[in-house]
């Protein structure tokens, strides 16, 4: 239960990160396209570094890489 409640927390974070860069490059279309793909690319290998197995996910796994992109995506953020 903790760990579902800090994965929540992390992927807000995660989201409202990305959401504001994805703002702040409103008027750089090929650095929005990138940033997306770049998004989608490292969800893909996220995913995949944190399978166990075909039905089984390392939650904490899931939470650290989380919060790690949470913060590169902050560090992008200019306020």
Do not use: G, H, P
């Not at 793909?37 to 969800?43: D, F, H, V, Y």
Request: hydrophobic share 40%; aromatic share 6%; proline share 0%.
């Amino acid at each position: 239960i903790c760990v579902r409640s800090e994965m929540a927390s992390q992927d807000a974070r995660l989201n409202n990160a990305y959401q504001q860069v994805m703002r702040q490059l409103a008027t750089k279309n090929a650095e929005r396209l990138a940033l997306r793909s770049e998004q989608r690319s490292w969800l893909k290998a996220r995913d995949y570094e944190c399978k166990v197995d075909q039905e089984t996910i390392n939650n904490s796994c899931l939470v650290a890489k989380t919060a790690v992109r949470a913060d590169e995506l902050e560090s992008m953020i200019r306020f």
